[in-house]
């Protein structure tokens, strides 16, 4: 079956280390995206990807950064420059961005903690 | 620009009882709007979506939502509550990308 696998399920990290949660997706969906979920908050955008090679910045993109090399992987950095990393980190596939009819497929997410 | 907002950040019914959950958005063309379902630790999965075929949408597990233009909504409802319908709800709207409200959770008491 097609779908979105987030790993690890659980990642805890020490202070001042980057760490990098991964994102595969073997839809054939061009459009990729990473949220951040914190209570109470919703889903914050944090950088997306509409094609191999291309990423942009969402709403919430400092102390992270993205690749995608590939069309099935979109992995996410959290960096040491950001302050307050603990969350539960979501990835998402669309068919094609700007596309809005479609939905996203979500991922099983990951829950970063700081230690 | 496009956005949704979920009232009651906290809804809690009997086992049996009508399920709401209320939704508005904004959008300035026909939006396309989603509501997904959260388990705990677990991502979003979708209940059911509004595409303009038909205003009144039936989703899995029994739930329903309707979009009322004139009021700019599209509440999620559910007949009857069964215990595990306890999860978190989003609303979302898209028109280009996609718009999430800040979520309503469900809790159902026996």
């Known amino acids: 079956d097609g779908g979105i696998t987030q790993s690890p399920k659980y990642l805890f990290r020490k202070e001042g280390q980057n760490v990098t949660l991964s994102c595969e997706q073997n839809l054939n969906h061009d459009a990729m995206y990473w949220y951040r979920q914190d209570p109470g908050q919703g889903l914050r955008l944090i950088y997306y990807?509409?094609?191999?090679?291309?990423?942009q910045k969402g709403d919430i993109a400092e102390g992270y950064s993205v690749s995608r090399e590939k069309k099935e992987s979109f992995p996410l950095t959290v960096t040491s420059a950001q302050k307050n990393p603990t969350a539960f980190y979501l990835c998402?596939?669309?068919?094609?961005?700007?596309?809005?009819?479609?939905?996203?497929?979500f991922g099983s997410g990951t829950r970063l903690t700081v230690v | 620009a496009q956005s949704v907002t979920q009232l009651g950040s906290h809804v809690s019914v009997s086992e049996g009882a009508l399920v709401l959950l209320r939704c508005n958005y904004s959008?300035?063309?026909?939006?396309?709007l989603f509501w997904y379902v959260q388990y705990p630790n677990q991502g979003l999965q979708l209940l059911l979506k509004y595409t303009s075929a038909a205003t009144l949408v039936k989703g899995i597990n029994g739930f329903e939502a309707e979009f009322k233009k004139s009021e700019t909504s599209f509440h999620l409802t559910k007949p009857s509550a069964h215990m595990s319908d306890a999860a978190e709800y989003f609303c979302?709207?898209?028109?280009?990308?996609?718009?999430f409200g800040a979520g309503t959770r469900l809790t159902v008491k026996p």
């Open positions: 990807s509409q094609i191999v090679n291309d990423f």
């Open positions: 979302a709207v898209s028109e280009s990308d996609m718009r």
């Open positions: 998402a596939s669309s068919i094609s961005a700007g596309q809005g009819i479609y939905g996203y497929t």
């Open positions: 959008s300035s063309v026909p939006p396309y």
